[in-house]
């Protein structure tokens, strides 16, 4: 059986999933992006969770980070753009994860692009989202 923390990992990958992008969890970059890009879901930092008594709870705001990457050439900015969105669409269709979260809480993305010798240059953010989550151990 899947920790709390696991499950809600699970879950956010399996929104992100359908995505035209490529979506990966925990992985290096690629030497080759996706024309439709990549979306890298990093486990992040749970940070020190808020602790409730009768009965013992820990309510956390999980940091966890989407790195989005695009290289699509002359439409790079566009793409990029598309592929934000979408992602925007996705957690706020569903801000509990099928009631695994309280909620889940995008920040906005900064940008950047990133130059690649002998190819288009490469769009890049990462997208923290907070993950507000209660477990009875920090361990599930």
Known sequence: MPTTREAIFAALLARLQPLAAAV???????ERIPPQGLIILRDGQPGEPEVTLSPLRYHYQHRAELEVVVQAGSNRPSAFDTLIAAIGS??????TLG?????????APVPVD??????AAIKAAVITVVLHYTTASPLT
């Open 114 to 119: 990133l130059p690649v010798e002998g190819a």
């Open 90 to 95: 996705v957690l706020t269709a569903d801000p």
């Open 99 to 107: 009631g695994l979260c309280d909620w889940v809480e995008p920040e």
């Open 24 to 30: 990966l969890r925990d992985e290096i970059l690629p």
